[in-house]
T-cell receptor, first 112, second 113 residues
Framework: GEDVEQSLFLSVREGDSSVINCTYT??????LYWYKQEPGAGLQLLTY?????DMKQDQRLTVLLNKKDKHLSLRIADTQTGDSAIYFC????????????FGTGTKLQVIP | DTAVSQTPKYLVTQMGNDKSIKCEQN?????MYWYKQDSKKFLKIMFS???????INETVPNRFSPKSPDKAHLNLHINSLELGDSAVYFC????????????FGPGTRLTVL
């Protein structure tokens, strides 16, 4: 079955770059996502990438995809205290419907 | 305006009770979902509905019964609550079955004593 793994915790200083990594097992993954969950709230989609792309940039966010190694990363440039949250990697494959499998989540702590 | 809303936000109840959580979306989406997030923040899909029709049922105990009276609502009824049901339950919606973005509600924290 599908499996998505992430490291549990990352701590960075304000102004530095953060890199959150994710590995997945489903070779038929079509879409890969990054969601953000702030304390006491639901998840919010940050960005997603098609599996035929290897990079996507959106303002301070850069997503890199290594399809051969099934490795996805999210880089946040100039990390701010407001970026402190849990970041979930997720994947889905077109099987007539979207079933999204979420990773274990990485808690990002930004130190002022 | 709230896009995906859930009630109640907090629910504390005794083992063996029956409870319901309600979800409504005002986005005009066709597809709705229920997820369970455990104490370690692991998020797992439970059900999805498309236009009131059940699409995904992820080996959830049949004590959990979703009901979709119309495509804007997906309620979750839980019978005979157990300690292991304690979690945060999230409702979500997407444009349709192929929708890439899911919009999440604020969650309902269920505590079973």
């Amino acid at each position: 079955g599908e499996d998505v793994e992430q490291s549990l915790f990352l701590s960075v200083r304000e102004g530095d770059s953060s890199v959150i990594n994710c590995t997945y097992t489903d070779s038929s993954s079509t879409y890969l996502y990054w969601y953000k969950q702030e304390p006491g709230a639901g998840l919010q989609l940050l960005t997603y990438i098609f599996s035929n792309m290897d990079m996507k940039q959106d303002q301070r966010l850069t997503v890199l995809l290594n399809k051969k190694d099934k490795h996805l990363s999210l880089r946040i440039a100039d990390t701010q205290t407001g970026d402190s949250a849990i970041y979930f990697c997720a994947e889905s494959a077109r099987r007539g419907y979207q079933k999204v499998t979420f990773g274990t989540g990485t808690k990002l702590q930004v130190i002022p | 305006d709230t896009a995906v809303s859930q009630t109640p936000k907090y629910l504390v109840t005794q083992m063996g009770n029956d409870k319901s959580i309600k979800c409504e979306q005002n986005l005009g989406h066709d597809t709705m979902y229920w997820y369970k997030q455990d104490s370690k923040k692991f998020l797992k899909i439970m059900f999805s509905y498309n236009n009131k029709e059940l699409i995904i049922n992820e080996t959830v105990p049949n004590r959990f019964s979703p009901k979709s009276p119309d495509k804007a609502h997906l309620n979750l009824h839980i019978n005979s609550l157990e300690l292991g049901d304690s979690a945060v339950y999230f409702c979500a919606s997407s444009q349709d079955l192929a929708g890439n973005e899911q919009f999440f509600g604020p969650g309902t924290r269920l505590t079973v004593l």
